[in-house]
């Protein structure tokens, strides 16, 4: 957890057998590399065994029957740490010899696939008739996981189908669908005698198992930030995310699928165009703004150049993620695509400010500097979709915690004025100086005119640049 998320829970979703594997582990005291055959991740505990004396080490030296934490330099070279902590921090053992014999690695780590998510089993949600077509039952928890739920009526086992189009009357489905609380409902079909999509239920109850969970929240990308093992396993000593997890993404909001359907429906779902890959990439997730650029590494292959939401730098698991997907929808997914880092343009405003007799100094010029900062910062994108989704109050909470300002209720209704008027900043954009004195003397009452000497306008932006906010230094005349 966190300041701003609870704990949550993550679960496997497949049965383990753990195969105890062991290799040859040959020192070397000049690098306190070992090497090895096997790839192992950084975090893997593992102990030693030895013909002959393991190595001595600064510290302490080396000792069977004790835990060591690999630290992974290559596809064939590790080194050792005293502690998961230190394993992470990259702080390796100190090796001061080789020692002598044959030294073997024994691994006493197993990595498994996670996912965000809380099982319940053998619920019953209600009971069919066995007549009534088309029943629709509710699921008692939010955020159900679609993959993981198993519905059963009087013993038999239903399949999950997007449509009943295809679904004949004596065939055992259901629909999944989302309700706009997040809440969820199966749909059964109305089939009967030699029409119909999809059979009626028999007359039982009706049992669910599902998890429910997942969302951006669960992309935990601070290694060992899980680090708590909740199961009855009790061969289990430790557990910890030793790389970044990543995947979870919120349901489409209405205002995105309102700013992604139009340019999604031209790419029907394929990488072709720019456009196409553009709108695929906005519509992955996490990412604010997207400029791709074709043939940069040869024909047929293209840059993608991603702001990801909040500005900074993307992670390495978004952009692989996201060079994956954009692959996949390519023509034989055999495209060389590549994503890559923003150019930050960081945007420094000095201005004069004149300031209409009767209002308030401080409050206008709040709101001034509010305006220069969503004019040029990446995070307007992120911003202005926390206001159309979940209102002014959540918009203000995000604007106070990215800016540093301490706008309370009294401000919603000058801030949503600002919200609606100003367009986040993109690639390649060009930035007029009527653009920002469109924005001031249009949108913030109180402002008699204002004069800006930096930066020079027009502010140009390359294929590759965004603008990030800077400094801004207002004068009060």
């Given amino acids: 957890g966190s300041l701003s998320v609870s704990s949550m829970r993550f679960e496997g979703r497949a049965g383990i057998t753990f195969t105890f594997f062991t290799e040859t582990a040959t020192p070397d005291h000049t690098t306190d590399e070992f090497t090895v055959a096997r790839n192992y991740y950084t975090g893997d505990l593992i102990r ?32 050792l740490a005293r502690t998961l902590a230190l394993a992470l921090a990259g702080t390796a053992i100190n090796i001061t010899s080789n020692g002598s014999g044959t030294h073997t690695a024994n691994l006493f780590s197993y990595p498994v696939t996670l996912y965000q998510q809380t099982s319940v089993s053998g619920v019953v949600i209600g009971t069919s008739d066995g007549i009534t077509e088309f029943q629709e039952f509710d699921l008692p928890d939010k955020n159900v996981l ?67 969970g997942g969302g951006a929240n669960s992309n935990v990308t601070i290694l060992n930030k899980i680090n708590s093992y909740s199961g009855g396993n009790s061969d289990v000593d430790f ?47 996490g990412i604010a703004q997207c400029k791709i650029h074709k043939n940069t590494y040869g024909v047929g292959s293209c840059q993608v150049v991603i702001a990801p939401y909040g500005g900074g730098t993307p992670s390495s698991a978004l952009k692989s993620g996201l060079q994956a997907y954009l692959i996949s929808k390519t023509i034989l997914e055999s495209a060389d695509v590549r994503v890559v880092d923003p150019s930050y343009v960081t945007v420094n405003v000095t201005s004069n400010l004149k300031i209409v007799a009767g ?91 204002c004069t800006i000497s930096v930066p020079s306008f027009p502010v140009t932006l390359g294929t590759d640049e965004i603008t990030e906010i800077g400094t801004i230094t207002t004068t009060v005349i």
């Fill in 48 to 79: 030693l065994t030895t013909t002959g004396t393991l190595p001595t080490a600064d510290g302490g030296d080396l000792a069977t029957d004790t835990d060591y934490y690999v630290i992974s330099v290559s596809a064939t070279k590790i080194k």
């Fill in 146 to 212: 679609p993959d993981t739920l198993v519905v059963v009526v009087g013993g038999i086992t239903f399949t999950r189908v997007d449509t009943f189009v295809n679904s004949l009357p004596t065939d055992y489905h259901f629909k999944f669908g989302v309700k706009s609380d997040d809440t969820s409902y199966i749909l059964f079909g109305n089939g009967s005698g030699t029409s119909g999509y999809g059979a009626i239920p028999p007359a039982f109850d009706v049992e669910v198992s599902y998890a429910y």
């Fill in 239 to 285: 557990i910890c995310n030793v790389t970044a997890m990543n995947g979870g993404n919120d349901r489409e909001s209405v205002y995105t699928a309102k700013r992604l359907a139009p340019i999604l429906l031209k790419s029907r779902d394929r990488f072709v165009t720019v456009a196409d890959g553009e709108a695929l990439a906005l519509k992955y997730g």
């Fill in 359 to 449: 209002y308030s100094t401080a409050l206008i010029q709040n709101y001034y500097e509010l305006a220069l900062s969503l004019i040029f910062s990446t995070a307007t994108t992120l911003i202005k979709e926390t206001y159309e989704n979940y209102g002014i109050a959540s918009a203000i909470d995000l604007i106070n915690t990215t800016f540093s300002y301490s706008f309370t209720a009294t401000d919603y209704s000058q801030i949503q004025n600002l919200l609606e008027a100003i367009t986040p900043v993109n690639f390649n954009d060009t930035i007029q100086i009527s653009d920002v004195y469109g924005i001031v003397s249009g949108y913030i009452p109180g402002v008699d005119y």
